[in-house]
């Protein structure tokens, strides 16, 4: 089963994505980027990151991305940009780093169809 690793500081979005794609993928949400790695390093490696990064242009959360995209290991793991302001994350994040950007507020069906075509690919 695939692994989904959804990062979000909202606990009502981590239960709401959660019971999302339960059915059919091992989710795993957590509050924080910090939490994320310990997670993979603990458990193993999801199969996409989803992640809400906080708005500070010096945030964990943009730190986590880069690093991700930047080591040989983790590199090939999508990251999905789940955010209120995609234009800021556009600006901080180099767009090679990003696998696909998603707007709050969000359709959750339409977010589940993005994911699922992510990941059948």
């Not at 458990?43 to 959360?61: F, H, L, R, Y």
Request: aromatic share 10%; net charge neutral; proline share 7%.
């Amino acid at each position: 089963m695939k692994k989904i690793l959804f990062i979000d500081n909202s606990k009502p979005i981590r239960l709401l994505l959660y019971n999302l794609f339960k059915k059919d993928y091992d989710v795993v949400t957590v509050p924080d980027s910090a939490t994320a790695l310990y997670h993979i390093s603990e458990v193993g490696m999801p199969d996409v990151i989803i992640i809400d990064p906080s708005e500070a242009t010096n945030s964990k959360d943009f730190m986590f991305m880069q690093y991700i995209k930047n080591s040989i290991v983790f590199r090939h793991i999508p990251i999905v940009v789940l955010t209120k302001d995609i234009s800021n994350t556009e600006l901080l994040v180099p767009k090679e780093t990003i696998s696909l950007y998603i707007e709050k507020p969000f359709d959750p069906m339409k977010l589940r169809g993005s994911i699922s075509s992510l990941l059948a690919s």
